[in-house]
């Protein structure tokens, strides 16, 4: 084929091509609304008419026979019955495909789990059906995890207006009774008053500090820190409070363990586990506190009692805030200055945010007759933790 007839055969193609392809263009736009099936078919049938047309035209004007030209009619019409009834299959499924993905994302909307079907059309719908279905899974323990959080928030409410509610009217009531002279022993009611300021004041720190851990707002001095000097002065501090409940409370493991953290927020920590242990232990039983180096370097700080365990369906819950069970064991307990008060629940929750805020790790487990908490810190925490909700940049920090 020479040069010049092969340019009158492309640009007769062309032409009949654009022509169909102009009219296919027009019936998608009318089409637009129309089914995918449908589009599909029209595409298929452009495609088969733009090769006929092109090769009609040229065969008229090469002079072909016309018994060439019908066996090529023949093949082109089977060819093109065989690709429309393919594009409707495929239509089909992708139309199958649409109505999974709209009823999948309706799902999705309504909180329910999606189930990705085993065939797709194509290994990326497959993938996207996928997707999908673990975006389901997500939402759904998110939507769970927010649930307990807004429960757990008016439990918060609710025994915090209680706890509060309590001294308060004892004060009022001590108060009235010195205005109106009624007193028996005034100094002994002011005692009681100072006693029950305090126990507000310890209260109101703790919604303090647990607002700033939930806020991201808690700000950590970073500084060397000995464990065992930090451990001992807690024990020393809450010492008097197990010698009254008759509490064998010691500290054991090494003793030349540092690392860097913000020893206050570390004191608070430990000091608040202490104070649980002591409050639900009976008396004559031992709280050992210890500290230890894990097998990838990370220091342990564990406090051991004899409380008696929790239900082991409880467990993943004990550092909620406001989060009680039938024996409480969540009970605020660290306040300024080192006093200590009912609290409503805050305590093992402020636990966890300052330990998340020094990048470690705080669990639970039951042992024999009781509970171990521990308290896993890196030598060297990066600022702020992995994404926790006490994540927070220190102030300063010290060598």
């Given at each position: 084929?020479?040069?010049?007839?092969?340019?009158?055969?492309?640009?007769?193609?062309?032409?009949?091509?654009?022509?169909?392809?102009?009219?296919?263009?027009?019936?998608?736009?009318?089409?637009?609304?129309?089914?995918?099936?449908?589009?599909?078919?029209?595409?298929?049938?452009?495609?088969?008419?733009?090769?006929?047309?092109?090769?009609?035209?040229?065969?008229?004007?090469?002079?072909?026979?016309?018994?060439?030209?019908?066996?090529?009619?023949?093949?082109?019409?089977?060819?093109?019955?065989?690709?429309?009834?393919?594009?409707?299959?495929?239509?089909?499924?992708?139309?199958?495909?649409?109505?999974?993905?709209?009823?999948?994302?309706?799902?999705?909307?309504?909180?329910?789990?999606?189930i990705s079907p085993d065939r797709h059309t194509s290994a990326e719908f497959a993938?996207?059906?996928?997707?999908?279905?673990?975006?389901?899974?997500?939402?759904?323990?998110?939507?769970?995890?927010?649930?307990?959080?807004?429960?757990?928030?008016?439990?918060?409410?609710?025994?915090?207006?209680?706890?509060?509610?309590?001294?308060?009217?004892?004060?009022?009531?001590?108060?009235?009774?010195?205005?109106?002279?009624?007193?028996?022993?005034?100094?002994?009611?002011?005692?009681?008053?100072?006693?029950?300021?305090?126990?507000?004041?310890?209260?109101?720190?703790?919604?303090?500090?647990?607002?700033?851990?939930?806020?991201?707002?808690?700000?950590?001095?970073?500084?060397?820190?000995?464990?065992?000097?930090?451990?001992?002065?807690?024990?020393?501090?809450?010492?008097?409070?197990?010698?009254?409940?008759?509490?064998?409370?010691?500290?054991?493991?090494?003793?030349?363990?540092?690392?860097?953290?913000?020893?206050?927020?570390?004191?608070?920590?430990?000091?608040?586990?202490?104070?649980?242990?002591?409050?639900?232990?009976?008396?004559?039983?031992?709280?050992?506190?210890?500290?230890?180096?894990?097998?990838?370097?990370?220091?342990?700080?564990?406090?051991?009692?004899?409380?008696?365990?929790?239900?082991?369906?409880?467990?993943?819950?004990?550092?909620?805030?406001?989060?009680?069970?039938?024996?409480?064991?969540?009970?605020?307990?660290?306040?300024?200055?080192?006093?200590?008060?009912?609290?409503?629940?805050?305590?093992?929750?402020?636990?966890?945010?300052?330990?998340?805020?020094?990048?470690?790790?705080?669990?639970?487990?039951?042992?024999?007759?009781?509970?171990?908490?521990?308290?896993?810190?890196?030598?060297?925490?990066?600022?702020?933790?992995?994404?926790?909700?006490?994540?927070?940049?220190?102030?300063?920090?010290?060598?």
């Open positions: 084929m020479t040069a010049q007839v092969f340019a009158t055969v492309a640009g007769i193609a062309l032409a009949c091509a654009l022509v169909v392809g102009a009219l296919g263009l027009l019936a998608l736009r009318l089409l637009s609304r129309g089914s995918l099936v449908t589009q599909l078919i029209v595409v298929a049938f452009a495609t088969i008419a733009s090769v006929v047309s092109g090769t009609a035209a040229v065969a008229s004007l090469m002079y072909l026979s016309a018994h060439d030209l019908n066996v090529f009619y023949a093949v082109a019409a089977v060819a093109g019955f065989v690709s429309l009834v393919m594009a409707a299959v495929l239509g089909r499924s992708l139309v199958r495909d649409n109505q999974y993905f709209r009823a999948a994302a309706a799902s999705i909307g309504r909180g329910e789990a999606v993938s996207l059906a996928g997707e999908l279905a673990a975006t389901a899974d997500r939402l759904t323990e998110s939507r769970e995890r927010e649930d307990r959080v807004e429960t757990s928030r008016r439990e918060i409410v609710a025994w915090i207006s209680h706890d509060l509610r309590t001294p308060l009217a004892g004060i009022r009531a001590m108060a009235e009774a010195l205005e109106d002279g009624m007193a028996p022993d005034p100094d002994r009611y002011y005692v009681q008053i100072r006693g029950q300021v305090d126990r507000l004041s310890s209260m109101v720190d703790d919604l303090f500090e647990l607002s700033k851990i939930h806020s991201g707002a808690l700000q950590l001095t970073f500084e060397r820190v000995a464990l065992y000097d930090l451990i001992s002065d807690t024990v020393a501090d809450l010492a008097p409070v197990a010698v009254a409940k008759s509490l064998d409370l010691r500290f054991e493991g090494e003793r030349g363990l540092t690392l860097r953290a913000d020893a206050r927020e570390l004191a608070r920590a430990v000091g608040n586990l202490v104070m649980n242990a002591i409050q639900h232990s009976p008396a004559g039983s031992a709280i050992v506190v210890s500290v230890t180096r894990h097998d990838d370097g990370r220091a342990v700080i564990s406090v051991v009692d004899a409380a008696g365990g929790i239900p082991e369906h409880d467990l993943g819950r004990v550092f909620e805030a406001g989060w009680r069970a039938s024996e409480p064991r969540t009970a605020s307990v660290w306040g300024a200055g080192g006093g200590h008060s009912g609290g409503a629940g805050l305590g093992l929750a402020i636990v966890e945010g300052i330990v998340r805020a020094h990048a470690g790790q705080v669990t639970v487990s039951n042992v024999e007759n009781g509970c171990r908490f521990e308290l896993l810190l890196p030598q060297h925490p990066l600022a702020g933790g992995p994404g926790g909700p006490g994540s927070a940049g220190p102030s300063s920090s010290a060598g």
